[in-house]
């Protein structure tokens, strides 16, 4: 099937899939007038690259994960390393919420007192 209805089989948009093909998170096939012929097992793909990205993972993890997992994700086909990477990634996200946290809370107190003294 040509992007446009590749597009819809999958609800990601033409450009998201030619940014994958970028990534080289897909390879779509090519017709002999160069365009992109996608596969149904391509579609499949991509509806668990975009899975994996609306769960928070960054490009490069998926890369490294993508060739563990069957056209039906399965989590326990992934390695212990790639595991920890996902660890380090939901550590360092967490210790980045904190500190917007901090930084909120310090921002309400500024705006309390900043209140108070204008009455």
């Known amino acids: 099937m040509r992007i446009s209805e590749a597009s819809r089989a999958s609800g990601v948009s033409a450009r998201s899939l030619r940014y994958y093909e970028d990534e080289g998170l897909i ?3 090519r ?5 992109r012929d ?13 899975s994996l990205l609306e769960s928070g993972l960054p ?5 490294d994960v993508l060739p563990h997992l069957a056209a039906e994700p399965d989590m326990g086909a992934v390695g212990a390393e790639f595991l920890r990477e996902v660890q380090r990634y939901r550590d360092r996200l967490a210790a980045r ?15 309390r007192d ?4 204008d009455r």
Request: contains cysteine; glycine residues 6%; hydrophobic residues 40%.
């Open 27 to 29: 390879v779509p096939g």
């Open 31 to 35: 017709c002999g007038n160069g365009y």
């Open 38 to 50: 996608y596969c149904r097992s391509t579609i499949d793909r991509v509806r668990v690259i975009r």
């Open 59 to 63: 490009v490069r993890l998926i890369r």
């Open 97 to 111: 919420i904190a500190s917007l946290s901090d930084q909120q809370a310090a921002l309400d107190s500024y705006l």
């Open 114 to 117: 900043a209140r108070r003294a």
